[in-house]
């Protein structure tokens, strides 16, 4: 039979779904090894194959981004594209005409994907078909199969629909699903998406406790190597003293595309050492010998496209003071002295116990105090403790230590000689003042005799003259 003879054969049509941006492979099903099939798009030749040495490419669109199985006939189409949506049919001289109406989807993601910590990403949804576009139902799932339920910004319908979650936190970060369904035609298709969210593991407002002269590690945990953050970023470390409004910079960091970290020290009013683990991410201070002036807010702050986040670790730390120094003589009063950094929140407190001691030998701060107070008489090792929410965070000991006895000797007799030596002292005072009144006294009365003597001298002299 000649090939203008054969006679017309019922197409059969079927309904295929593609995402954009990914490849779709179109079946032409029941085709043999060497049956020659063309394939075109609108009625406009994408692939042909005739045999292995005769085969070609026609004028559609996608053409170049098309690929011909040379066994099974299918045709791939990468990159898709929604403009690529439409009819494909597949047209073999010995077979019905295969039509499949491709169905393409686009979903894009605001900021292409990348967010810092409470930023609201916006979804964009739209569809192409060259039937009728159906109302679509969207559902979201997130990185734990979790259901989100995004809010609706605008419906385009039924073409387009944008779509805004939640505000993300670090954890959110990785794969989510948004399933697409429609009753008629009936589509159920999935798109899987990326979200990344640079930031810390850390809280944003960490309190880290310390004793003077103890050693203590700063740590901030960037969140760049697990989620594979492919972006370059920076940030510095500021530090800010308790009780002052000047910033000090620690350091600064920049973070390349590659993963790779660089940290510049800067000068600063104390000495610490800086690590920096690029495997892991983290980066730390450490702070050697701590004294009371090292207190006050470390602030870690990471700067990406001109949007930035922070991370806080406030450092407290506590000390202890005794008022006389030294060992307590016999008789004697010491007070000793706890004290932290900055004041305490509600829901803790500074107190002093002795060790195997009473409960008189227990004194607790007042609220929001900074410091407390207590007045011992007795030997004995002391403890002061800071307790948070009846968890002991840190604690630091004073040992008080009875002088020998020829020590307390010596202080009495000093402590006498001293009487003594203020009463001599006083009483000489006293003589002294007593001795200056008399001469004071005589020196007046003489003088008041010489003034008589002169008045009357003037007066018999007077006598005389007349």
């Given at each position: 039979?000649?090939?203008?003879?054969?006679?017309?054969?019922?197409?059969?049509?079927?309904?295929?779904?593609?995402?954009?941006?990914?490849?779709?492979?179109?079946?032409?099903?029941?085709?043999?090894?060497?049956?020659?099939?063309?394939?075109?798009?609108?009625?406009?030749?994408?692939?042909?194959?005739?045999?292995?040495?005769?085969?070609?490419?026609?004028?559609?669109?996608?053409?170049?981004?098309?690929?011909?199985?040379?066994?099974?006939?299918?045709?791939?189409?990468?990159?898709?594209?929604?403009?690529?949506?439409?009819?494909?049919?597949?047209?073999?001289?010995?077979?019905?005409?295969?039509?499949?109406?491709?169905?393409?989807?686009?979903?894009?993601?605001?900021?292409?994907?990348?967010?810092?910590?409470?930023?609201?990403?916006?979804?964009?949804?739209?569809?192409?078909?060259?039937?009728?576009?159906?109302?679509?139902?969207?559902?979201?799932?997130?990185?734990?199969?979790?259901?989100?339920?995004?809010?609706?910004?605008?419906?385009?319908?039924?073409?387009?629909?944008?779509?805004?979650?939640?505000?993300?936190?670090?954890?959110?970060?990785?794969?989510?699903?948004?399933?697409?369904?429609?009753?008629?035609?009936?589509?159920?298709?999935?798109?899987?998406?990326?979200?990344?969210?640079?930031?810390?593991?850390?809280?944003?407002?960490?309190?880290?406790?310390?004793?003077?002269?103890?050693?203590?590690?700063?740590?901030?945990?960037?969140?760049?190597?697990?989620?594979?953050?492919?972006?370059?970023?920076?940030?510095?470390?500021?530090?800010?003293?308790?009780?002052?409004?000047?910033?000090?910079?620690?350091?600064?960091?920049?973070?390349?595309?590659?993963?790779?970290?660089?940290?510049?020290?800067?000068?600063?009013?104390?000495?610490?050492?800086?690590?920096?683990?690029?495997?892991?991410?983290?980066?730390?201070?450490?702070?050697?010998?701590?004294?009371?002036?090292?207190?006050?807010?470390?602030?870690?702050?990471?700067?990406?496209?001109?949007?930035?986040?922070?991370?806080?670790?406030?450092?407290?730390?506590?000390?202890?003071?005794?008022?006389?120094?030294?060992?307590?003589?016999?008789?004697?009063?010491?007070?000793?002295?706890?004290?932290?950094?900055?004041?305490?929140?509600?829901?803790?407190?500074?107190?002093?116990?002795?060790?195997?001691?009473?409960q008189m030998d227990f004194k607790k701060s007042k609220q929001n105090e900074a410091k407390v107070e207590v007045t011992v008489s007795t030997a004995g090792l002391w403890n002061c403790h800071l307790i948070e929410d009846n968890n002991r965070k840190i604690s630091l000991n004073y040992t008080v230590e009875e002088a020998p006895v020829w020590i307390s000797y010596v202080v009495i007799?000093?402590?006498?000689?001293?009487?003594?030596?203020?009463?001599?002292?006083?009483?000489?005072?006293?003589?002294?003042?007593?001795?200056?009144?008399?001469?004071?006294?005589?020196?007046?009365?003489?003088?008041?005799?010489?003034?008589?003597?002169?008045?009357?001298?003037?007066?018999?002299?007077?006598?005389?003259?007349?």
């Open positions: 039979m000649k090939r203008g003879l054969i006679p017309i054969m019922a197409q059969k049509e079927e309904l295929q779904t593609g995402i954009a941006g990914q490849k779709v492979i179109l079946n032409c099903k029941g085709i043999t090894h060497e049956a020659p099939v063309t394939w075109k798009y609108n009625a406009i030749v994408v692939r042909w194959f005739r045999s292995s040495h005769m085969k070609g490419k026609g004028k559609a669109p996608m053409t170049d981004r098309s690929e011909m199985d040379q066994n099974n006939k299918s045709l791939m189409v990468s990159d898709l594209r929604l403009s690529d949506a439409g009819s494909y049919s597949c047209e073999c001289e010995s077979r019905p005409v295969v039509t499949i109406s491709l169905h393409v989807f686009e979903l894009t993601i605001s900021l292409n994907g990348h967010f810092l910590p409470n930023e609201a990403p916006e979804l964009s949804i739209t569809q192409n078909s060259s039937d009728s576009q159906p109302d679509l139902s969207i559902r979201l799932f997130n990185n734990h199969n979790n259901t989100e339920t995004p809010e609706i910004l605008r419906k385009e319908a039924p073409r387009k629909y944008i779509l805004k979650l939640k505000k993300l936190q670090p954890k959110d970060s990785g794969t989510w699903r948004c399933h697409i369904h429609s009753d008629s035609p009936l589509i159920n298709q999935n798109i899987v998406f990326d979200l990344k969210v640079l930031g810390f593991q850390n809280p944003a407002l960490e309190r880290k406790y310390s004793t003077v002269d103890s050693t203590v590690n700063l740590s901030w945990h960037l969140n760049f190597q697990e989620i594979k953050w492919k972006e370059g970023f920076t940030g510095q470390l500021n530090w800010k003293p308790q009780g002052n409004t000047t910033s000090y910079m620690l350091f600064d960091f920049n973070v390349t595309a590659w993963g790779k970290q660089h940290v510049t020290k800067k000068s600063s009013p104390f000495l610490f050492e800086e690590n920096t683990t690029g495997s892991s991410g983290v980066l730390e201070v450490k702070l050697k010998k701590v004294q009371f002036k090292h207190s006050g807010q470390y602030q870690i702050q990471l700067v990406y496209n001109r949007r930035y986040i922070q991370s806080k670790i406030e450092l407290l730390v506590m000390k202890v003071l005794a008022n006389p120094v030294g060992p307590l003589a016999r008789g004697a009063e010491m007070t000793l002295l706890c004290q932290v950094s900055s004041p305490l929140p509600p829901n803790a407190h500074l107190c002093w116990e002795r060790v195997n001691g009473t007799g000093a402590s006498t000689g001293a009487s003594v030596l203020v009463f001599g002292i006083a009483c000489l005072c006293i003589i002294a003042g007593m001795s200056w009144q008399r001469r004071r006294q005589r020196a007046k009365r003489m003088a008041l005799a010489r003034q008589h003597w002169l008045e009357n001298r003037t007066c018999q002299c007077q006598h005389r003259l007349n």
